[in-house]
T-cell receptor, first 114, second 113 residues
Framework: AQSVTQLGSHVSVSEGALVLLRCNYSSSVPPYLFWYVQYPNQGLQLLLKYTTGATLVKGINGFEAEFKKSETSFHLTKPSAHMSDAAEYFCAVSESRGNTPLVFGKGTRLSVIA | GAGVSQSPSNKVTEKGKDVELRCDPISGHTALYWYRQSLGQGLEFLIY????????KSGLPSDRFSAERTGGSVSTLTIQRTQQEDSAVYLC???????????FGSGTRLTVV
């Protein structure tokens, strides 16, 4: 069985500061990993994904994440936070075969302070 | 269509009534998923359709929940005899056979009173 743990249900950063949202996963097979963002009253939007190849993945809106197999982590970062980054962020994992549904973490709410 | 469409966007129903939630996936997407999002609980997988295969119903919380997908396209999630604990946002997602990222709809917010 797969699982995802997001450390910190709420993270608050100042505008212009580094954003770091933590995600650790558990999977018995090589994982595919995802980060999604959800703005209020909207569905989830894919930020970035890791399937194979380069372990540093760049996504939309200046976000990136690094797959570290030895640490079973897939932390999301952005060098400089904008007010528009305030949202709920979800990390998710699936089996690399792609036939199993995504398993999501409980989410981290990011607040950006002016 | 251009995106995943869900209807209604909001539904208020009385306890004990049945409700139907609709999902219209992106044309050509073979896989369709239903998730439930409750406050502070993240996304809970409900059911998964892949092409013409039998659906994966392993996430349905009780036999009051069912879903079907007609013609490999539109899906309907039905909740019978609704309870207050069914109140949540129900999200639908679809993906094609090659892209492992899901495209989500905006969800249906269900409130059982």
């Amino acid at each position: 069985a797969q699982s995802v743990t997001q450390l910190g249900s709420h993270v608050s950063v100042s505008e212009g500061a580094l954003v770091l949202l933590r995600c650790n996963y558990s999977s018995s097979v090589p994982p595919y990993l995802f980060w999604y963002v959800q703005y209020p009253n909207q569905g989830l939007q894919l930020l970035l994904k890791y399937t194979t190849g380069a372990t540093l993945v760049k996504g939309i809106n200046g976000f990136e994440a690094e797959f570290k197999k030895s640490e079973t982590s897939f932390h999301l970062t952005k060098p400089s936070a904008h007010m528009s980054d305030a949202a709920e962020y979800f990390c998710a994992v699936s089996e690399s075969r792609g036939n199993t549904p995504l398993v999501f973490g409980k989410g981290t709410r990011l607040s950006v302070i002016a | 269509g251009a995106g995943v469409s869900q209807s209604p966007s909001n539904k208020v129903t009385e306890k004990g009534k049945d409700v139907e939630l609709r999902c219209d996936p992106i044309s050509g997407h073979t896989a369709l998923y239903w998730y439930r999002q409750s406050l502070g609980q993240g996304l809970e997988f409900l059911i998964y359709f892949q092409g013409n295969s039998a659906p994966d119903k392993s996430g349905l919380p009780s036999d009051r929940f069912s879903a079907e997908r007609t013609g490999g396209s539109v899906s309907t999630l039905t909740i019978q005899r609704t309870q207050q604990e069914d109140s949540a946002v129900y999200l639908c997602a679809s993906r094609d056979g090659f892209n492992y990222g899901y495209t989500f709809g905006s969800g249906t917010r269900l409130t059982v009173v």
